[in-house]
């Protein structure tokens, strides 16, 4: 073995060796560069601040300034939150009325139709329209309903489904629609 | 276009003067990476002809692409990788052309060593192993034991600077 490295170190040695390039090849490389526009300084901006955006870095932030920033976070997001929002229909509210009937509310004011639809209807988009109550664009529905828990959801236009934000949602939907939860007197 | 004698002055600032419009600095560049550089394509390419393209063109291309290196602390390693990558062509179609590594008389002969016949002897059946290494495995082995850069430095060139456009 230290024979084979000997002759591997007197190897590489040999190959380290310099070996001398035609003098030549500059002036080559500088005469065919002469026809290359000179690098451009905004270019080189570009990828700098690429390469910046790029590579990771550790912030260093003091708990205040930790909360701030989080603060700022929460903010953005709640701005953002309303101008995505959809603006029509909005607020959809299932109240209840009383023991046995559920007030059902929905705000669509660019909405020709609203059914309600749910467990106590079986689903069906003709079983319980809403009517519109102002020209604000207030639908409702009142509906009796016996104690237990009910699926619903609204559906606009015969093809939109709407949950109700005001409600617990339904994560059992079989066909993965939007849909909310009321629950009437105790179980 | 010149060739200046850059001696003391770094590569940032050589950089930096072709940066500013003066593309004769890049000379200063060409001279001090051309000896370094053009070992490794010899070696790697086994002969001067496909060498010295292979240098020109890596040179040419770091020109090009000087605006991308945003580190020029790293731009020996850079255009180290740039080489490597024209070898890499160079040598595919070359390979195409059947020729052995390592044939060129005159880029042998060039290397200042005292040749005695046992070094010179030596020298052959470097060559001839280096001839049957494939190309991948003779490029790690010149990387690593003879520029001894790591792997990284020669294949990435430090990320401060781009390669995509080395090909």
Known sequence: MPEQSDGLERAIRILKEPVQIDRELDQRVMAEIESVPVPGVWSRRFWTALDWLRRGRTVRVSPLGGLGFAAGIVILVLIARSWIAPQEPSAPVATEADGSTVQFVIVAPAAAQVSLVGDFNDWSSAATPMHRVDGNGVWEVTVPLDAGRYRYAFLVDGNTWLGDPSAPPALDDEFGRPGSVVTIGEL | ?167
């Open chain 2, 1 to 167: 276009m010149g060739i200046h004698d850059v001696t003391g002055e770094s590569d940032a600032a050589l950089i930096a003067r072709v940066m500013a419009g003066e593309p004769d600095a890049y000379g200063g560049l060409v001279s001090r990476y051309r000896d370094r550089l053009g070992r490794y394509a010899v070696r790697m390419l086994g002969n001067a002809e496909d060498a010295e393209d292979a240098l020109q063109e890596a040179f040419v291309r770091g020109y090009r692409s000087l605006a991308r290196c945003t580190d020029p602390e790293k731009f020996g390693a850079w255009l180290f990788t740039i080489l490597v990558n024209r070898c890499r062509t160079i040598g595919k179609q070359r390979a195409r052309r059947q020729q052995l590594v390592i044939q060129d008389e005159a880029a042998v002969g060039r290397a200042s060593v005292n040749h005695t016949e046992d070094r010179h002897a030596l020298r052959e059946t470097i060559e001839r192993a280096m001839a049957q290494l494939s190309p991948t495995t003779r490029e790690a082995f010149l990387l690593k034991h003879v520029e001894e850069l790591s792997y990284d430095e020669a294949a990435g060139g430090g990320r401060a600077c781009r390669n995509k456009v080395m090909d």
